[in-house]
Structures are given as structure tokens and as C-alpha cells.
């Protein structure tokens, strides 16, 4: 699991719990350590391990344009959730043309709003800046 706050409540007695913030788009979650096999890919296993842990979802951070569209792949598949942003330590990929990755990420945010994905704070924190 990450490292992330959780939010929690009580059902029938049970602890339950939703994380907010999982970086299942890094590759360490399939078995992939800087750039290395280190293990096979037990992605689906992981998820059901939380879910027995008491995690009823969880929201997969969308760190970048790409990152984001991976995350809501994963959200769409597993039932989960996805946020849709560029975080601050990835600034840099605005540099190019910051109007065009800005349309890019409104438009993967209107496409998907409905679904399973909310812009994240990273994102409108960044846009207000530029």
C-alpha cells in the first residue's frame, strides 16, 4: 500500500478504509524494481490483500498527463478511483507548450469526469501559477 493518509470508517463493527492517494501506476507494483524483475506481477492479488486488510478503494494518483491515463485505465478495470494532474515535481513537462499539456489534461478530465476521475490539487495548484 502507499504511504498515503487514509480515510476511515466503521462498518458492522469493521475498520474500513479508502485510500487517497496510491501510486499503482509505478512499476514497483508489478514486480518491476528500477528496471529490474524483482518479483512476478501480483497486481490483482495486492489489490485483494488490501481489500481483506479493510481497504474499500482506493484513488490512484495521476502524476503526470501519462500517469493520469494509466490511472484511469486501472480505475476503469478495477473498480477504483483516479485523481487527473501534473504534481509540482513534474512541472518541467509544462515547459514545452503549458497551453497545449493544459488542454490535454482538461480534456481527459471532461472525458472521464463522469466516470471515475477528478482533477487533483497538484494540477489546480500548478495551473494557477502559470
Not at 34 to 59: E, N, P, T, W, Y
Amino acid at each position: 500500500m502507499s504511504t498515503s493518509v487514509t480515510s476511515s470508517v466503521r462498518t458492522a463493527g469493521r475498520l474500513r478504509f479508502i485510500d487517497i492517494g496510491v501510486n499503482l501506476t509505478d512499476p514497483v507494483f508489478r514486480g518491476q524494481y528500477r528496471g529490474r524483475r524483482k518479483h512476478d506481477d501480483d497486481f490483482v492479488q495486492m489489490l485483494g490483500r488490501a481489500k481483506r486488510a479493510g481497504v474499500m478503494s482506493m484513488i490512484i494518483t495521476g502524476g503526470s498527463l501519462s500517469e493520469s491515463k494509466v490511472a484511469l485505465d486501472l480505475a476503469k478495470e478495477h473498480d477504483l478511483y483516479a485523481t487527473v494532474g501534473c504534481h509540482p515535481t513534474r512541472s518541467t513537462e509544462f515547459e514545452k507548450d503549458p497551453t497545449r499539456y493544459l488542454a490535454a489534461l482538461d480534456e481527459l478530465v471532461k472525458t472521464n469526469l463522469s466516470q471515475r476521475s477528478r482533477p487533483s490539487r497538484s494540477c489546480w495548484r500548478m495551473w494557477s501559477r502559470l
